[in-house]
């Protein structure tokens, strides 16, 4: 499986983190479960990358194997993490934790949960700097203020000593962005950085995230749901479903020439502004399926509208097809081919959908 | 914090009411005249109201609670009737014995309950988290009574390597009272060991499981500061709970431990109060143990507002 490649890659940066062929097991040996297969993407310095898809698609557990952070019951079974031309799977457990935090940093959905609640802000900030950097007390205390006033927490100095609870969620967000970028990281990943935070605070969210990345000049991994999310802050697009890859390419690309029914759904699922606010927005039927169960042939095909015989039987390959470079599609049918005919995508001949 | 322990101790004072109300209760509700108790069936009638009247015993239910408070505030917890002595004497003399017991058993169970659930908790599914599992469930299963004869048997009979009752023999230094005290600690620890070790293994894996360790991970904190740092600290509140359960729990356990190792404390006293009736040392120990449960627990709450800032809020 290719990793996302234009023609413009002798322009692109080398990349930063690139992954391939990754798949992700759990359960025993001999009858594993895999929830993530064959997933491949690279990103490069400075660059943004949108991982999107419903809950369960695999998107976390892509990252968690990338950060090396797993929980036991899980584990890589095919596929490397390749971080600076490194191999992740042959460094020790010794380099990996001196890679994290400072190679790659994580922020999480929610914040709340993802501060110690019985550390002050302060401490956990400064206990990577003071126990690993060397960093003398004053020195931290320093740093944290600075790194604090970077993500726009008025007063840092005074919010040091409070604890978690005591701050509101949006300013939590904007702790958990301070201390990943502490480590002056190079690939920042962002697990739904936003999804547990209101609407205003989300844009503000992720306006700083973008500024931190142009800034610092780090690679952005952003995983969500929301393709909203992705249009405003990455350069390209991945699109999971049940572990796979459906759909890659540039942001601009997908949006403007979506070809997997999948991404399409995705899309039609969201409000626009230039409809009229009484149509009625289009959900995807059913629930992702289950891993345990995966369907035969394409997983998306019990909730496709476009299914054909073929669909329930071979797997489709992530390939070009005839849309623009780069642009891959996991589809047998793919119905919004160039060439494909209006019947192909349901349209009856009164131009209506079936 | 101030202002929180001076809160929570002021919410003591109406427990204590309601024990000192309980145990008043206790010579209302048991059946029979105390003076039948005191001086004989064949007494007089005359001696009889005497009698009544100096313990106050011809007042309302209300005037005698009141009298009992009254008397409770001066130290006086009445005559005990089988060792012909004040309550609050016999007591005293035994308290510190029992507390001496009480107190070395919770630092052992604490202690080896905290590290036996770590060390099972850090690798889950192992063989030492099995073998574990398999001596927790045993040490739980095990009334302590029979731990305590099994003890005796063993290392007291066969191997006649400790001595098997009372507090010292012989001259009475140091090592003989540690040897006198290392059965009955271990016999009455072992329960609360075993609970001990079985809240800090799934509270410590609850915590590990947490976001906030995966967030630690991922900013390259090491494994032991992971541990010591981030999981315990905040699987505590769960454990000191078990603790100050256990502390409680402990206070009974004394009755049993120390009958069947003749350890003169409180427990032994009551034992002794029961099957003879004394009700008045009956009802001081009550008294006295329900004061040092409430103590415990005030002093657990207070640790756990320690280890869980949010508490200090409510």
Redo the contacts between chains.
């Keep these: 499986m290719n990793a996302i490649s234009t023609p413009m890659d002798a322009l692109r940066p080398a990349p930063v983190l690139e992954v391939s062929d990754l798949r992700v097991s759990y359960g025993s040996a001999s009858r594993p479960i895999h929830v993530v297969n064959d997933v491949s993407f690279a990103v490069g310095r400075g660059e943004a990358l949108g991982i999107v898809g419903e809950s369960g698609c695999g998107k976390s557990q892509t990252m968690l194997a990338v950060?090396g952070?797993l929980?036991?019951s899980g584990r890589i079974s095919a596929g490397k993490v390749t971080f600076e031309g490194q191999d992740l799977a042959r460094l020790s457990a010794r380099q990996l934790?001196?890679?994290?935090?400072?190679g790659?940093?994580?922020i999480?959905q929610?914040a709340l949960?993802?501060?110690?609640?019985?550390?002050t802000i302060g401490t956990?900030m400064a206990?990577?700097m003071i126990?690993?950097d060397g960093m003398s007390r004053a020195a931290a205390r320093e740093r944290c203020i600075e790194l604090l006033d970077l993500v726009g927490i008025p007063g840092a100095a005074a919010r040091l000593g409070a604890?978690p609870?005591e701050l509101s969620g949006g300013m939590r967000q904007r702790v958990?962005i301070a201390?990943?970028i502490?480590?002056n990281p190079k690939v920042l990943i962002a697990d739904e950085p936003t999804t547990a935070l209101d609407v205003t605070i989300q844009a503000q969210i992720l306006r700083l995230i973008d500024r931190l990345r142009r800034d610092l000049g780090m690679a952005l991994v952003i995983i969500t749901h929301d393709l909203g999310v992705v249009a405003g802050v990455a350069d390209q697009v991945a699109v999971m479903y049940a572990g796979r890859v459906v759909e890659a390419g540039s942001t601009d690309a997908i949006f403007s020439e979506p070809r997997h029914p999948y991404t399409r759904a995705l899309l039609e699922a969201i409000p626009k502004l230039d409809e009229p606010a009484d149509k009625r927005l289009t959900p995807i039927a059913g629930l992702p399926p289950d891993p345990r169960r995966a369907p035969a042939g394409c997983a998306f095909h019990p909730r496709c509208r476009l299914v054909q015989p073929l669909c329930r039987e071979q797997l489709p390959a992530l390939e070009a097809k005839d849309a623009g470079a780069g642009h891959l599609i996991r589809c047998s049918v793919d119905p919004w081919a160039r060439t494909a005919t209006p019947e192909a995508r349901g349209v009856s001949a009164s131009g209506a959908l079936s | 914090m101030l202002s929180f322990i001076a809160r929570r101790a002021l919410q003591t004072i109406p427990v204590i009411f309601g024990v000192t109300l309980a145990t008043f209760l206790l010579s209302q509700i048991i059946p029979g005249d105390p003076t039948d108790i005191l001086l004989g069936p064949g007494a007089s009638e005359e001696a009889r109201a005497q009698l009544r009247q100096a313990l106050g015993l011809d007042r309302s239910a209300v005037g005698q609670y009141l009298l009992y408070l009254q008397n409770l505030v001066q130290g006086d917890f009445g005559q005990s009737l089988t060792f012909s002595k004040p309550v609050s004497e016999v007591l005293a003399s035994r308290m510190m014995n029992t507390a001496l017991l009480a107190f070395a058993a919770i630092v052992l169970a604490s202690v080896l309950g905290v590290a036996a659930g770590t060390f099972a908790a850090l690798k889950p599914g192992s063989l030492r988290d099995r073998a574990l599992t398999v001596v927790v469930l045993f040490l739980n299963s095990m009334p302590s009574f029979w731990l305590g004869l099994l003890l005796i048997l063993a290392f007291g009979l066969q191997l006649r390597l400790l001595p098997v009752s009372g507090m010292t023999s012989g001259d009475g230094g140091l090592v003989n009272l540690l040897a006198h005290m290392l059965l009955p600690t271990l016999t009455l620890a072992a329960w609360s060991l075993a609970a001990i070790a079985r809240m800090t293994r799934s509270s410590l894996l609850d915590v590990i499981g947490s976001d906030y360790v995966r967030t630690a991970r991922s900013r390259g904190i090491g494994e032991w500061r992971i541990v010591f740092f981030h999981a315990l600290p905040n699987a505590m509140p769960a454990v000191i709970t078990v603790i100050g359960m256990q502390m409680g729990f402990l206070l009974s356990g004394a009755v049993m431990t120390e009958t069947v190792f003749s350890w003169p404390g409180i427990g032994l006293a009551m034992y002794q109060a029961i099957s003879t009736r004394d009700i008045p040392l009956i009802q001081g120990g009550i008294l006295l143990l329900a004061v040092a449960f409430v103590l415990i627990n005030f002093t657990i709450d207070i640790l756990y507002a320690y280890f869980n800032p949010k508490i200090k809020l409510a």
């Design positions: 950060l952070l929980p036991s934790r001196g890679l994290r935090g400072k790659m940093a994580l999480s929610d949960s993802a501060l110690n609640p019985s550390m956990q206990e990577p126990h690993y604890y609870h958990l201390t990943a502490s480590g």
